[in-house]
């Protein structure tokens, strides 16, 4: 089975820190995503990357960055944590090629920043 | 703007009974619709996946239906157990805009009480 895991499920930060999210794939999987998920409004893409080193913006990437030194890793950056920033986290993989390939998620980071 | 608009926003039913979740959308040129179960507190999982050409896909007591002139897509659960008490949400994506481009429907949740 595909495992996606994620560094923690839960965080409490303050405002201002440079705060890391951690997410690691098992399957070789050359996707991988970053999402946030808000009540009401869904799962939310913040950036993507489809190689190592390789990355592209999503939905919403403003105070986000992203870092994929190696394969089976993917990180995401707040730069300088906002409270507006307090959300469940979800990273997922899927192998490239055909389209109908399904999305491997995590049990996601519970984010808060005070 | 692609969208995708999930009804209804929660259902409760009795265990035993069947239901049907819908998912309308918008994208276009379409490239494949997935239907994921999300349990409270872990990741989206994937139940099913339909390409264009398809109009039907089961996975167990789960059946995904699409429509492709009427953009509309169903998911039936047969005799439903408490363990299908979760969110379910609809995904859609459009063809040859590479893997990020994904549309999230806002989700149905349900619950089944005994």
């Known amino acids: 089975d595909v495992k996606v895991t994620q560094s923690s499920r839960y965080l409490v930060k303050r405002t201002g820190e440079k705060v890391f999210l951690e997410c690691v794939q098992d399957m070789d999987h050359e996707n991988m995503f970053w999402y946030r998920q808000d009540p009401g409004l869904g799962l939310r893409l913040i950036y993507f990357?489809?190689?190592?080193?390789?990355?592209e913006k999503g939905d919403i990437p403003e105070g986000y960055s992203v870092s994929r030194e190696k394969k089976e890793r993917f990180s995401l950056i707040l730069e300088s944590a906002s409270t507006s920033q307090t959300s469940m986290y979800l990273c997922?993989?899927?192998?490239?090629?055909?389209?109908?390939?399904?999305?491997?998620f995590g049990d996601g980071t519970r984010l808060s920043i005070l | 703007k692609n969208q995708v608009e999930q009804s209804p926003q929660s259902l409760i039913i009795l265990e035993g009974k069947n239901c049907t979740l819908q998912?309308?959308?918008?994208?276009?040129?379409?490239?494949?619709l997935r239907w994921y179960k999300q349990d409270t507190g872990r990741g989206p999982v994937s139940l099913t996946i339909?390409?264009?050409?398809?109009n039907t896909k089961s996975n167990g007591r789960y059946t995904a239906t699409l429509d492709a002139d009427t953009k509309q897509s169903s998911l039936h659960i047969t005799a439903s157990q408490l363990s299908d008490s979760a969110s379910y949400i609809c995904?859609?994506?459009?063809?040859?805009?590479?893997?990020?481009?994904?549309?999230f429907g806002d989700g149905t949740t349900l619950t089944v009480k005994p």
């Open positions: 998912c309308n959308y918008t994208v276009s040129p379409f490239s494949n």
């Open positions: 990357s489809y190689d190592v080193k390789m990355k």
């Open positions: 995904v859609v994506s459009p063809r040859l805009t590479g893997a990020g481009k994904s549309t």
């Open positions: 997922a993989s899927s192998s490239q090629g055909a389209d109908n390939q399904p999305q491997h």
């Open positions: 339909m390409t264009f050409s398809e």
